[in-house]
């Protein structure tokens, strides 16, 4: 702990290098009282040497036998050299030596001037050099004191800077002895974990019910912390991700990253891990993978034809119980919900219940009593207003009438209108139980894309009836297809809004995070480096939300193209500048690989549309790299057989069988059976049947050439330009 007496000395300190003269070390006359500075000392001196004479002479009248009359004079000369420094306590020492020759090395102690002379001056010279001793060593003593205070204040201050850094970093911070102890924690980690309890590291885990992402509990030497005290190091890639509980008894996931502490003498002391509270990240990842699924699925539900429900008929409401039913499903899922119903207006215009998810026989049957006692109230009517506006609001059933809803645990729905065409055609609703669920923006612009898809596909399931009921004609699936297409166009834009969002937050993210660590550095290297892991993470799920949205364009390529809106801007270019940057582009992003690229020796111009068909090389290449391994190389060849450029990606992946080849380029085809060696698992089906429309569109040709177990070549050719001489 700081001296007091040095805080009082030192208010600003700055560091003192050991070499310096003690004339540039800071005293206290110049941080302390008006009166401590050296002028005052000059002042004083005689003052205090008259004292002194004082003190003497009464020394004299009381003590005649005491014989060392310097002693005053040397208290003197060490309290001004403490006190007033160097210069101030030698012309002590010089008139306390003038004072003794004056006034007590004469034989008679008289007041009179005597001459020095070189008897009275050897007498005076040990008095002279002790009393010059004296200030020297206080001098220096302060001198070294002060330096030490200053240290300690800084060393103070340093460790106050490091407090406060380490209690505001929003990670949990801990830091364990060699046998699991916790020494030290933030704010962060005490908030996430209830660590007022001390026991075992064994019985704390158990105690937190820590467990892999499946769920499965750890065994103690698969703990993150149990590893990390064995000398491993979790950064980047090697990082654990577990489930524990948290303070208030909830379940966490945490991204764990940590490195050992090692003594002086090499011996491992201790260790700091990192928790990050990946929770929400890890929602919002598996809410967007849910909504691509059920895109998936809705568009398999536009597209593919139902032979069991073309023959079937409905008369109550407008969809078939079975699709209803997968649609709630579908909405229960994505958005995680405890409950989702959907109430479908049937042919008189009420409302009327057709699919309940998360509820039990008996709470189906309650609610739909319920919904039956509110029709006639005032309260449902200005419900059924404010949906047929178009609203999506949280209905506060914990009033009446709702309160009735407390029978089938709910209490705050969120509901979502079916409309179309701004016509009301059923409810979505979902809810959380019976807590007071605080929805956010991105939940509820994903129930509502949910909402506005369902209503596109119950329009589909009309228009489908409706051809039945035709016999199938024309008009009628021209109409299905053009609903099918707006239905791509709406579902890409809904989805681009927490893409977007979600990009946004990770890249301010990552900006912060670089911008902390391009600072001075204030923390220690092992929290450095988990920083820099923590910007590895960020990166990573950039990455990923940049796949997704690649696969939203795809869609909206997809609609364009039945919609005979795909643009081409036609220019001349040169194929070789366009492989090139999408080699090296792919390059950039999957380092991880090897890419050769084989050019011929000059331009090999065409009339094309330059982006199109570098998206044609992006998509060749992507596949390749997907379903190569990392030590397999990906070899791009560009060449001139006669009259067309021939673009080929070659790769060392599982092959296809000539049954598949056939398929490969359709809409939604999708390969079964091939693991993906790298990248993202997630796909449309799409992407190959985009390429061949944009090739043929430029009167060129798609192919590919394979061998199970020997790898794919795809290629396509354009023809060549040759400008008007």
Not at 398 to 424: D, R
Not at 449 to 469: C, M, S
Request: charged content about 20%.
């Amino acid at each position: 702990m700081l001296h007091k007496r040095a805080i009082s000395h030192y208010h600003e300190p700055k560091s003192l290098p050991l070499g310096e003269a003690s004339r540039d070390v800071p005293h206290a006359k110049q941080h302390g009282s008006f009166w401590l500075h050296d002028p005052f000392g000059y002042l004083f001196s005689p003052l205090l040497v008259g004292l002194g004479l004082a003190v003497l002479k009464l020394e004299f009248f009381f003590l005649p036998a005491f014989h060392f009359p310097g002693a005053p004079f040397f208290f003197i000369i060490l309290l001004v050299a403490y006190v007033w420094g160097l210069g101030p306590a030698l012309l002590t020492v010089a008139l306390c030596g003038l004072a003794l020759d004056f006034f007590y090395f004469p034989a008679t102690f008289t007041f009179r001037f005597d001459i020095i002379t070189a008897k009275s001056f050897a007498q005076m010279l040990p008095f002279v050099v002790v009393g010059s001793l004296i200030s020297i060593i206080t001098v220096q003593r302060e001198t070294v004191h002060k330096r030490v205070a200053a240290a300690e204040y800084e060393q103070y201050k340093r460790a106050s800077e490091l407090e406060a850094t380490f209690e505001a970093i929003a990670d949990s911070v801990l830091i364990f002895d060699d046998e699991g102890n916790i020494r030290r924690s933030n704010k962060a980690a005490r908030q996430l974990f209830s660590l007022a309890e001390t026991f075992p590291l064994a019985e704390r885990a158990a105690h937190f019910a820590v467990c892999d992402e499946q769920g499965t509990p750890l065994l103690f030497e698969q703990l993150p912390i149990t590893r990390v005290l064995k000398g491993e190091v979790l950064t980047g890639t090697e990082a654990a991700d577990v489930q524990a509980l948290g303070a208030q008894g909830q379940k966490v996931q945490i991204s764990v990253t940590g490195a050992p502490i090692y003594a002086v003498d090499g011996r491992l002391s201790g260790a700091v891990v990192v928790l990050r509270d990946v929770t929400t990240r890890r929602q919002l990842e598996k809410r967007t993978h849910h909504a691509l699924g059920a895109l998936l699925t809705m568009a398999e539900t536009l597209v593919q034809r139902d032979t069991a429900h073309e023959e079937s008929q409905v008369t109550s409401i407008t969809a078939t119980q079975e699709t209803v039913t997968r649609l709630v499903k579908m909405a229960h899922k994505t958005l995680g919900c405890m409950h989702a119903s959907i109430t479908l207006v049937d042919d008189a215009g009420v409302l009327q219940p057709a699919v309940y998810i998360g509820f039990s026989a008996e709470q189906e049957r309650n609610a739909q009593r319920i919904g039956q006692s509110l029709k006639e109230s005032n309260a449902y009517a200005s419900v059924i207003k404010r949906l047929q506006l178009n609203e999506v609001f949280v209905l506060d059933a914990t009033i009446p009438p709702f309160n009735i809803w407390a029978e089938v645990g709910v209490s705050h729905p969120l509901l979502v209108p079916i409309a179309l065409n701004e016509q009301l055609i059923g409810v979505l609703s979902l809810d959380y139980g019976d807590i007071d669920y605080d929805y956010d923006t991105d939940e509820i612009a994903l129930a509502q894309a949910t909402g506005r898809l369902i209503a596109l596909v119950i329009e589909r399931d009309r228009l489908e009836r409706q051809r039945t009921e035709a016999h199938a004609n024309e008009v009628s699936l021209r109409e299905a297809n053009r609903r099918m297409d707006d239905f791509l166009g709406i579902a890409s834009h809904e989805l681009r809004t927490p893409l977007t969002a979600m990009k946004g937050y990770i890249q301010v993210a990552d900006i912060k995070l670089t911008r902390f660590m391009a600072q001075p550095p204030c923390v220690s290297d092992e929290l450095v480096g988990a920083f820099e892991a923590l910007q590895h993470l960020f990166q990573k799920a950039d990455a990923q939300a940049e796949l997704l949205n690649r696969l939203v364009n795809d869609l909206v390529d997809v609609s364009r193209i039945h919609t005979n809106k795909l643009r081409l801007n036609l220019a001349a270019c040169d194929l070789v500048e366009v492989v090139s940057n999408a080699v090296q582009e792919q390059r950039q992003m999957a380092i991880s690989h090897t890419i050769s690229l084989q050019l011929p020796g000059n331009g090999v111009h065409v009339f094309a549309d330059a982006d199109r068909i570098g998206q044609v090389v992006t998509n060749y290449l992507t596949n390749a790299l997907k379903y190569s391994a990392t030590t397999a190389a990906v070899a791009v060849r560009l060449s001139v057989e006669g009259n067309a450029a021939r673009v080929e990606v070659s790769d060392k992946g599982p092959g296809l069988a000539s049954e598949q080849m056939v398929h490969l380029w359709e809409r939604f085809y999708q390969v079964p059976g091939i693991m993906v060696q790298s990248g993202s698992s997630v796909g449309l089906g799409i992407g190959l049947y985009i390429c061949e429309t944009i090739v043929s569109s430029h009167g060129g040709a798609v192919g590919v050439h394979s061998t199970p177990g020997q790898g794919s070549t795809f290629w396509f050719t354009l023809p060549l330009y040759e400008e008007a001489g």
